[in-house]
């Protein structure tokens, strides 16, 4: 049973970071790509940011460059997302997901983590 799940939400001022961790079990990681997603009360879910897995291939939504930075560590079967100067629009919960390639995500999912930036 492949499950996956996420960690390192809460609440965090406006400038704060946060590091959110999705641990993968029940498959081996470096076969995949793994990449995070975030949904805000009332919007869509969109797409924050990809991990290809050779890592050669990055992905971030353009409002995040700069700020947000994903990484995995295969032996450890777990993909970060270290997110800096957070501001309120940051605000929602973040799922990861594993698939092949970063255009074909989804295969599996997490139940998400709450982020939530306020002063």
């Known amino acids: 049973q492949v499950q996956l799940v996420e960690s390192g939400g809460g609440l965090v001022q406006p400038g704060g970071s946060l590091r959110l961790s999705c641990a993968v079990s029940?498959?081996?990681?470096?076969?995949?790509?793994i990449g995070w997603f975030r949904q805000a009360p009332g919007k869509e879910r969109e797409g924050v940011s990809c991990?290809?897995?050779?890592?050669?291939?990055?992905y971030y939504a353009d409002s995040l460059k700069g700020r947000f930075t994903i990484s995995r560590d295969n032996a450890k079967n777990t993909v970060y997302l270290q997110m800096n100067s957070l501001k309120p629009e940051d605000t929602a919960v973040y799922y990861c997901?594993?698939?092949?390639?970063?255009?074909?995500?989804?295969?599996?999912w997490g139940q998400g983590t709450q982020v939530t930036v306020s002063s």
């Open positions: 997901a594993i698939g092949i390639f970063c255009s074909n995500l989804g295969d599996y």
């Open positions: 029940g498959r081996s990681l470096e076969y995949y790509a």
């Open positions: 991990i290809s897995r050779t890592e050669r291939i990055t």
